[in-house]
């Protein structure tokens, strides 16, 4: 009876984990392209908030009773995201009381909680399951065919069409690259066949291109290189391929720019022509000037909102040297043990390339283009977190290969 129940929890969590996936990721692209199109309104504002919120209880819940049922789950991972999320709630409480800007006191609150929700989503959803699997790649093939038919001139952004019934909650190209790029890494983890996995790269490239986001973009090119480098077999001729390909690409290059469509993913050539560029680097210099100012404890909410520095400096702004320093020891630390215990290692592991990738790409991002509370943060870790425990307790498990013990300590004990 007890057996059957937990069967029947674990299912009821599955599901929750699955929904809870894919309504704040392909569900965020699928509703702002009815947005976009003027199909609806509004009618959940931006949607991702209200779709968090609707999935915080529960997810709390799942995490609080998996580590009822078994307490090794709690690893020192999770310790030090809660110690960090922690510290980050003190000081906003601190400078919210003191008269903090309540839209950034507000957006930090949100960023908390979607770094917890995605925590919890990797530490416990079944990415292998066929369910997801499948949901998954129709997912990634929806997203790609809404890109592909709704792109203008080789760009899919749909404010552009101006028909959009309430334009000011339409999501910019990064809310859609955020979601596709999320779907991609956690569909291209657990997909052992190549021929799949060279379909999912052309479509991934050619989505995040059509869709112009730089920064997701140049994430995905460059999680496919440590993915297949992962999954190959022989290293050596994969370096070798690599070679051949990058010199075919350097002398076929004019070639190749000018079959391309026009649009903001070739900046990333020549970043001083990019508008862009040039403003997040005058926001760098701001950040700069605040931490030299106040190089301990930063500058709390010391910026219009929205006029943030757009790389891990801002935590330095937000929290203080000991934050930015936490957050980036908490975010890399755990992935370095498992890259010489796996990356490899001649067995595959998807839970494993899962965090890895995630946490390149995490980095990545943070040096270059994205806030502090970036929600991938809390997914790196929750895969890391997963792949710890796995390997220790579950299926991930290394093998013992020691000889077994002698049932007898003294050979005359088994010689009658």
């Known amino acids: 009876?007890?057996?059957?129940?937990?069967?029947?929890?674990?299912?009821?969590?599955?599901?929750?984990?699955?929904?809870?996936?894919?309504l704040l990721f392909p569900g965020f692209f699928f509703y702002h392209t009815l947005l976009g199109t003027g199909t609806t309104g509004a009618f959940l504002g931006g949607y991702f908030a209200p779709i968090s919120l609707l999935f915080a209880a529960p997810l709390g819940?799942?995490?609080l009773k998996r580590m009822q049922r078994d307490p090794r789950r709690f690893h020192a991972v999770d310790l030090h995201l809660c110690l960090f999320l922690i510290y980050f709630v003190a000081v906003i409480v601190v400078n919210a009381a003191a008269g903090a800007n309540r839209t950034i006191v507000g957006n930090h609150i949100l960023g908390?909680?979607?770094?917890?929700?995605?925590?919890?989503?990797?530490?416990?959803?079944?990415?292998?399951?066929?369910?997801?699997?499948?949901?998954?790649?129709?997912?990634?093939?929806?997203?790609?065919?809404?890109?592909v038919s709704f792109s203008v001139d080789g760009v899919f952004y749909l404010g552009a069409m101006g028909i959009a019934k309430d334009a000011d909650a339409l999501a910019t190209y990064q809310g859609f690259a955020r979601s596709y790029l999320i779907t991609f890494l956690t569909v291209i983890s657990f997909t052992r066949a190549m021929p799949l996995r060279l379909v999912l790269y052309a479509s991934g490239a050619m989505t995040l291109f059509l869709n112009t986001a730089r920064s997701e973009f140049a994430a995905l090119m460059f999680a496919i290189p440590i993915i297949e480098f992962y999954y190959s077999r022989h290293k050596l001729h994969f370096l070798l391929c690599g070679i051949i390909l990058f010199f075919v690409i350097h002398l076929y290059f004019d070639q190749i720019l000018a079959a391309l469509p026009a649009n903001r993913?070739?900046?990333?050539?020549?970043?001083?022509?990019?508008?862009?560029?040039?403003?997040?680097?005058?926001?760098?210099?701001?950040?700069?000037?605040?931490?030299?100012?106040?190089?301990?404890?930063?500058?709390?909410?010391?910026?219009?909102?929205?006029?943030?520095?757009?790389?891990?400096?801002?935590?330095?702004?937000?929290?203080?040297?000991?934050?930015?320093?936490?957050?980036?020891?908490?975010?890399?630390?755990?992935?370095?043990?498992?890259?010489?215990?796996?990356?490899?290692?001649?067995?595959?592991?998807?839970?494993?390339?899962?965090?890895?990738?995630?946490?390149?790409?995490?980095?990545?991002?943070?040096?270059?283009?994205?806030?502090?509370?970036?929600?991938l943060i809390g997914a790196t870790l929750g895969a890391s977190s997963r792949y710890f425990y796995e390997r220790k307790y579950a299926k991930n498990r290394t093998p013992d290969l020691r000889p077994s013990a002698s049932r007898h300590p003294d050979f005359r004990q088994a010689v009658p």
């Open 1 to 22: 009876m007890t057996s059957a129940r937990s069967l029947k929890t674990a299912r009821r969590e599955q599901w929750i984990l699955l929904a809870a996936f894919f």
């Open 61 to 63: 819940l799942i995490y």
């Open 112 to 147: 908390i909680l979607f770094i917890f929700n995605m925590f919890v989503i990797v530490s416990f959803l079944d990415f292998d399951s066929a369910r997801f699997r499948i949901v998954g790649l129709l997912s990634l093939a929806a997203m790609t065919t809404i890109a």
């Open 265 to 375: 993913i070739l900046e990333l050539l020549d970043l001083s022509q990019s508008t862009s560029a040039n403003k997040r680097h005058h926001l760098t210099v701001h950040a700069v000037q605040t931490i030299l100012a106040h190089p301990l404890l930063g500058d709390y909410a010391s910026y219009k909102p929205g006029y943030y520095s757009h790389n891990v400096l801002s935590a330095w702004v937000d929290l203080g040297f000991f934050g930015i320093a936490y957050l980036c020891l908490v975010t890399v630390v755990p992935i370095i043990p498992m890259f010489i215990r796996e990356y490899f290692a001649p067995r595959h592991c998807g839970i494993f390339l899962l965090g890895f990738s995630m946490a390149c790409v995490t980095v990545l991002l943070l040096l270059t283009s994205h806030y502090f509370t970036d929600m």
